[in-house]
């Protein structure tokens, strides 16, 4: 749908609050994002940093990365009253259902989600404990502190734990891993750059006694990931080991990667707004039907995704999802939006 830019303001020195009008209804669930885009451009995703409001306005936290292609040009050349597209709500992150303690574990503008989720959840009468770990590199990077800190003066059950990878307190997943009492009874929910999110799961939940249930996070993958390019080059033919047909044409590729990474470290500009985590669908291939038994078969949410999209089929997958193995050799598949011979992409 579109949306219309209402306002923006900087939190922080790279840290800017946007509000968007969709022009219909979006309901989303406090955790959820949205992929956003520039007509004609490529999207990105961000989260709502705020719960539901009644005025359909909803907030996001855009970070400033030099040379950006959304937020970087977006906060030099965007206007209130400029459209956007929108998709969405998307993802699946959400505070947990139960009585336990929750354990929030934040990086830079990972802190949105949680934020939309403190506002919703600690308006309620739940006096659940949750404690919201949050690293930043130095103090005035803590944009929303002021909000933070109003409710834990007003929340007895709430508790801030601000952490400063400058002061050497370590990172957030440390400082909670060395806090946490009985993390058995303990939902852990981890949000910002992947690192973390990868380690926290390290920590709380691989070889521990830990169900995977109790353990949720959203990773911000970048889109456009700078080392794509760097293994991108002759040397990938040489380590070839599988052929992959993409619309016809062959290509040699290494295996052990997924089959969107894959394409990217070809130069193929296959789209993957979500990073890979099977929320977006932008990755979307068919599979030649001679493949469709031979690839291991979908997770389910991986099915769960594919049956809300449009114009999918029994030989649609997500290219994120299915790993080059020595197996797929010979794997053909089509990016409907793609042309070989142009090497271009329509969105
Ligand atoms: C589910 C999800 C939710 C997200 N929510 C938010 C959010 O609420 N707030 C927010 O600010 N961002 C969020 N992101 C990240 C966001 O979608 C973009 O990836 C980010 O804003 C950069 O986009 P860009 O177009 O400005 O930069 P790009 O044009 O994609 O990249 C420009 C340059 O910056 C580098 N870069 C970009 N991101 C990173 C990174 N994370 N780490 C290292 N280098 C990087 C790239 O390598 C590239 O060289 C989310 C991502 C996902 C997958
Ligand atoms: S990259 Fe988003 S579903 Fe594959």
């Not at 769960?304 to 299915?322: A, E, K």
Request: aromatic share 8%; glycine share 8%.
């Amino acid at each position: 749908m579109r949306a219309t830019l209402h306002s923006s303001q900087w939190l922080s020195r790279d840290v800017r609050e946007v509000i968007l009008s969709p022009h219909k209804s979006l309901n989303y669930r406090p955790g959820q994002y949205i992929s956003i885009a520039r007509t004609g451009r490529e999207p990105r995703c961000y989260s709502m940093a705020r719960a539901p409001s009644s005025d359909n306005r909803i907030a996001l936290h855009v970070r400033r990365w030099p040379g950006g292609s959304f937020s970087d040009v977006m906060m030099n050349e965007s206007r209130i009253g400029d459209e956007f597209d929108i998709t969405g709500p998307l993802g699946a992150f959400a505070f947990p259902e139960g009585a336990g303690p929750v354990v929030m574990l934040a990086t830079g503008t990972g802190i949105a989600p949680f934020l939309a989720m403190l506002e919703s959840v600690l308006a309620g009468n739940a006096m659940r404990p949750i404690t919201l770990y949050w690293g930043m590199r130095n103090e005035d990077d803590f944009y929303a502190r002021h909000v933070v800190g109003d409710w834990t003066a007003q929340f007895q059950h709430f508790r801030f734990v601000p952490v400063l990878s400058e002061l050497g307190s370590g990172y957030v997943q440390d400082l909670a891993a060395r806090e946490i009492g009985d993390p058995a009874n303990t939902h852990v929910l981890a949000c910002g750059n992947a690192r973390m999110t990868d380690d926290a799961f390290a920590r709380f939940v691989t070889g521990t006694e830990i169900p995977v249930a109790s353990f949720a996070s959203d990773a911000f993958v970048p889109a456009k990931d700078g080392s794509d390019a760097a293994e991108t080059g002759p040397d990938s033919e040489a380590k070839s080991a599988v052929r992959l047909f993409i619309n016809g044409q062959c290509l040699h590729a290494p295996a052990g990667e997924t089959l969107l990474r894959t394409l990217k470290v070809a130069a193929i500009p296959v789209m993957s707004v979500c990073g890979g985590k099977a929320s977006c669908g932008t990755c979307l291939v068919e599979l030649d039907a001679d493949w469709s038994e031979r690839v291991p078969p979908c997770s389910r949410t991986e099915r769960n995704l594919l049956s809300c999209l449009p114009d999918t089929g029994p030989l649609s997958r997500l290219s994120c999802q299915i790993r080059v193995t020595q197996d797929l050799d010979g794997l053909a598949v089509r990016l409907s939006s793609y042309n070989p011979t142009t090497k271009e992409f329509s969105v």
